[in-house]
Protein backbone atom coordinates (compact mmCIF):
# COMPACT_ATOMS: atom_id res chain seq x y z
CA UNK A 1 0.00 0.00 0.00
CA UNK A 2 1.41 3.13 -0.85
CA UNK A 3 2.24 5.78 2.21
CA UNK A 4 3.88 9.05 2.89
CA UNK A 5 7.55 8.69 3.69
CA UNK A 6 9.21 11.30 6.20
CA UNK A 7 13.09 11.26 7.13
CA UNK A 8 14.78 11.62 9.29
CA UNK A 9 12.42 10.04 11.48
CA UNK A 10 13.78 12.14 15.05
CA UNK A 11 16.31 15.69 14.48
CA UNK A 12 18.19 17.13 16.89
CA UNK A 13 19.46 20.57 16.23
CA UNK A 14 20.89 23.54 18.39
CA UNK A 15 19.01 26.77 18.47
CA UNK A 16 19.79 29.34 15.44
CA UNK A 17 20.60 26.93 13.02
CA UNK A 18 19.01 25.96 9.93
CA UNK A 19 16.76 22.29 9.93
CA UNK A 20 15.11 20.51 6.98
CA UNK A 21 12.47 17.83 6.98
CA UNK A 22 11.94 15.89 4.03
CA UNK A 23 8.72 13.73 2.75
CA UNK A 24 8.10 12.00 -0.36
CA UNK A 25 3.90 12.14 -0.61
CA UNK A 26 2.38 9.28 -2.30
CA UNK A 27 2.87 9.59 -6.08
CA UNK A 28 -0.29 10.27 -7.73
CA UNK A 29 -1.45 13.10 -5.38
CA UNK A 30 -1.22 16.39 -5.96
CA UNK A 31 -2.47 18.28 -2.79
CA UNK A 32 0.78 18.55 0.02
CA UNK A 33 0.53 19.52 3.30
CA UNK A 34 2.48 19.73 6.66
CA UNK A 35 1.08 19.41 10.48
CA UNK A 36 2.89 20.05 13.88
CA UNK A 37 2.03 18.50 17.07
CA UNK A 38 4.04 20.34 20.08
CA UNK A 39 3.67 17.50 22.98
CA UNK A 40 0.70 16.91 24.53
CA UNK A 41 -0.93 19.26 22.12
CA UNK A 42 -3.40 19.27 19.34
CA UNK A 43 -2.35 18.74 15.52
CA UNK A 44 -1.82 22.00 13.73
CA UNK A 45 -1.94 23.09 10.25
CA UNK A 46 0.99 25.15 9.25
CA UNK A 47 0.73 24.98 5.06
CA UNK A 48 -0.29 23.31 1.92
CA UNK A 49 0.90 23.23 -1.04
CA UNK A 50 -0.51 23.05 -4.59
CA UNK A 51 0.90 23.41 -8.43
CA UNK A 52 3.94 24.10 -6.93
CA UNK A 53 3.10 27.05 -4.57
CA UNK A 54 1.84 27.49 -1.28
CA UNK A 55 -2.21 27.79 -1.70
CA UNK A 56 -2.79 28.29 2.29
CA UNK A 57 -0.94 28.90 5.38
CA UNK A 58 -1.22 29.44 8.92
CA UNK A 59 -0.49 32.38 11.53
CA UNK A 60 2.43 29.61 12.77
CA UNK A 61 4.15 29.63 9.19
CA UNK A 62 5.80 32.64 9.62
CA UNK A 63 8.84 34.17 7.93
CA UNK A 64 11.23 31.05 9.10
CA UNK A 65 9.69 29.13 7.61
CA UNK A 66 9.54 27.54 3.65
CA UNK A 67 8.67 24.83 2.10
CA UNK A 68 9.47 23.56 -1.49
CA UNK A 69 9.10 20.37 -3.70
CA UNK A 70 12.72 20.49 -5.79
CA UNK A 71 12.26 17.40 -7.67
CA UNK A 72 8.77 16.33 -8.78
CA UNK A 73 8.91 13.68 -5.95
CA UNK A 74 10.49 15.32 -2.39
CA UNK A 75 8.39 17.97 -0.43
CA UNK A 76 10.54 19.98 2.58
CA UNK A 77 10.14 22.02 5.11
CA UNK A 78 12.77 24.08 6.25
CA UNK A 79 13.35 26.42 9.58
CA UNK A 80 15.33 28.71 8.46
CA UNK A 81 16.80 29.77 12.17
CA UNK A 82 15.17 27.09 14.86
CA UNK A 83 13.69 28.35 17.97
CA UNK A 84 13.22 26.24 21.37
CA UNK A 85 9.57 26.18 20.63
CA UNK A 86 9.85 24.60 17.32
CA UNK A 87 10.20 21.40 19.07
CA UNK A 88 7.30 19.43 18.58
CA UNK A 89 6.63 16.32 15.96
CA UNK A 90 6.58 17.37 12.18
CA UNK A 91 3.67 15.53 10.24
CA UNK A 92 3.91 15.91 6.73
CA UNK A 93 0.15 14.72 4.74
CA UNK A 94 -0.78 14.26 0.93
CA UNK A 95 -4.47 13.81 -1.08
CA UNK A 96 -4.93 12.93 -4.18
CA UNK A 97 -7.36 15.90 -4.96
CA UNK A 98 -9.23 18.43 -2.92
CA UNK A 99 -12.09 15.82 -1.59
CA UNK A 100 -10.26 13.06 -0.49
CA UNK A 101 -8.99 11.86 3.02
CA UNK A 102 -5.29 12.86 4.02
CA UNK A 103 -2.61 10.19 4.44
CA UNK A 104 0.25 10.71 6.50
CA UNK A 105 3.86 10.05 7.43
CA UNK A 106 5.00 9.13 10.52
CA UNK A 107 6.35 12.37 11.62
CA UNK A 108 9.89 13.63 12.64
CA UNK A 109 10.14 14.52 16.03
CA UNK A 110 12.46 17.64 16.07
CA UNK A 111 14.39 18.68 19.39
CA UNK A 112 15.57 21.86 19.21
CA UNK A 113 18.21 22.63 22.67
CA UNK B 1 -14.53 29.92 13.66
CA UNK B 2 -13.57 25.79 12.60
CA UNK B 3 -13.60 23.89 15.78
CA UNK B 4 -13.49 20.53 16.55
CA UNK B 5 -14.20 19.48 19.97
CA UNK B 6 -13.63 16.24 21.77
CA UNK B 7 -14.68 16.45 25.16
CA UNK B 8 -13.37 13.08 26.68
CA UNK B 9 -8.83 13.12 27.14
CA UNK B 10 -9.38 9.54 27.95
CA UNK B 11 -12.12 6.98 27.56
CA UNK B 12 -11.46 3.53 29.54
CA UNK B 13 -13.37 0.36 27.84
CA UNK B 14 -13.38 -3.20 28.94
CA UNK B 15 -12.39 -5.47 26.11
CA UNK B 16 -15.42 -6.81 23.88
CA UNK B 17 -17.46 -3.62 25.56
CA UNK B 18 -18.87 -1.49 22.85
CA UNK B 19 -17.13 1.86 22.82
CA UNK B 20 -17.73 5.61 22.05
CA UNK B 21 -15.18 8.44 21.62
CA UNK B 22 -17.17 11.45 21.26
CA UNK B 23 -16.70 14.59 18.91
CA UNK B 24 -18.73 17.39 18.26
CA UNK B 25 -18.00 20.60 15.63
CA UNK B 26 -18.49 23.75 14.87
CA UNK B 27 -18.60 24.78 10.90
CA UNK B 28 -21.44 26.35 9.04
CA UNK B 29 -23.08 24.00 6.27
CA UNK B 30 -22.10 20.58 5.82
CA UNK B 31 -18.56 19.88 7.04
CA UNK B 32 -16.29 17.01 6.07
CA UNK B 33 -15.43 15.16 8.75
CA UNK B 34 -12.61 12.38 9.75
CA UNK B 35 -11.51 10.25 12.59
CA UNK B 36 -7.68 9.31 12.78
CA UNK B 37 -5.71 7.11 14.57
CA UNK B 38 -2.31 7.45 16.45
CA UNK B 39 -0.48 4.58 17.77
CA UNK B 40 2.93 5.02 19.52
CA UNK B 41 5.35 6.92 17.87
CA UNK B 42 3.23 6.14 14.45
CA UNK B 43 1.95 9.07 11.90
CA UNK B 44 -1.55 9.64 11.62
CA UNK B 45 -4.00 6.87 10.14
CA UNK B 46 -6.96 7.24 8.39
CA UNK B 47 -10.01 5.59 9.93
CA UNK B 48 -13.34 6.73 8.40
CA UNK B 49 -14.34 9.57 6.58
CA UNK B 50 -18.28 11.49 6.73
CA UNK B 51 -18.27 13.50 2.79
CA UNK B 52 -22.32 13.31 1.99
CA UNK B 53 -24.78 10.67 1.95
CA UNK B 54 -25.56 8.24 4.13
CA UNK B 55 -25.00 9.52 8.29
CA UNK B 56 -23.73 6.36 9.23
CA UNK B 57 -20.18 5.58 8.20
CA UNK B 58 -17.86 2.76 7.88
CA UNK B 59 -14.42 2.78 8.46
CA UNK B 60 -11.11 0.46 8.78
CA UNK B 61 -10.88 -2.20 11.79
CA UNK B 62 -14.67 -2.37 12.37
CA UNK B 63 -14.65 1.28 13.55
CA UNK B 64 -18.10 3.50 12.62
CA UNK B 65 -18.86 6.43 12.63
CA UNK B 66 -22.63 8.65 13.24
CA UNK B 67 -23.08 12.45 11.46
CA UNK B 68 -25.44 13.67 13.57
CA UNK B 69 -26.68 17.57 11.57
CA UNK B 70 -28.93 18.39 14.49
CA UNK B 71 -26.33 17.70 17.42
CA UNK B 72 -23.22 18.80 15.73
CA UNK B 73 -21.64 15.67 16.79
CA UNK B 74 -19.32 12.80 14.78
CA UNK B 75 -18.99 10.49 17.49
CA UNK B 76 -16.70 7.23 16.43
CA UNK B 77 -17.73 3.82 18.20
CA UNK B 78 -17.08 -0.07 17.82
CA UNK B 79 -19.39 -2.88 18.65
CA UNK B 80 -16.96 -4.54 20.36
CA UNK B 81 -13.35 -3.41 21.78
CA UNK B 82 -9.85 -4.98 21.36
CA UNK B 83 -7.19 -4.36 23.56
CA UNK B 84 -4.90 -3.88 20.27
CA UNK B 85 -7.77 -0.54 19.76
CA UNK B 86 -5.89 1.00 22.23
CA UNK B 87 -4.69 4.38 21.00
CA UNK B 88 -4.70 8.20 20.53
CA UNK B 89 -8.31 9.28 18.52
CA UNK B 90 -8.52 12.78 16.59
CA UNK B 91 -11.59 14.41 14.94
CA UNK B 92 -10.84 16.38 12.26
CA UNK B 93 -13.06 18.19 10.32
CA UNK B 94 -12.42 20.45 7.07
CA UNK B 95 -14.50 23.15 4.98
CA UNK B 96 -16.10 22.11 2.03
CA UNK B 97 -15.26 25.22 0.03
CA UNK B 98 -12.21 27.32 0.55
CA UNK B 99 -9.44 26.14 2.96
CA UNK B 100 -8.87 22.77 2.72
CA UNK B 101 -6.51 22.50 5.85
CA UNK B 102 -7.88 19.94 8.57
CA UNK B 103 -8.67 21.26 11.93
CA UNK B 104 -8.26 19.04 14.09
CA UNK B 105 -9.51 17.87 18.00
CA UNK B 106 -7.52 17.86 21.46
CA UNK B 107 -7.58 14.13 20.98
CA UNK B 108 -8.72 11.01 23.19
CA UNK B 109 -6.87 8.34 24.42
CA UNK B 110 -8.72 5.23 24.60
CA UNK B 111 -7.45 2.29 27.00
CA UNK B 112 -8.85 -0.93 26.18
CA UNK B 113 -8.95 -3.27 29.36
CA UNK B 114 -8.38 -6.95 28.93
Known amino acids: EPEVTQTPSHQVTQMGQEVILRCVPI?????FYWYRQILGQKVEFLVSFYNNEISEKSEIFDDQFSVERPDGSNFTLKIRSTKLEDSAMYFC???????????FGQGTRLTVV | AQSVAQPEDQVNVAEGNPLTVKCTYSVSGNPYLFWYVQYPNRGLQFLLK??????LVKGSYGFEAEFNKSQTSFHLKKPSALVSDSALYFC????????????FGSGTRLQVQP
Open chain 2, 92 to 103: AERQTTGRRALT
Open chain 1, 27 to 31: SNHLY
Open chain 1, 93 to 103: ASTRDKNTEAF
Open chain 2, 50 to 55: YITGDN
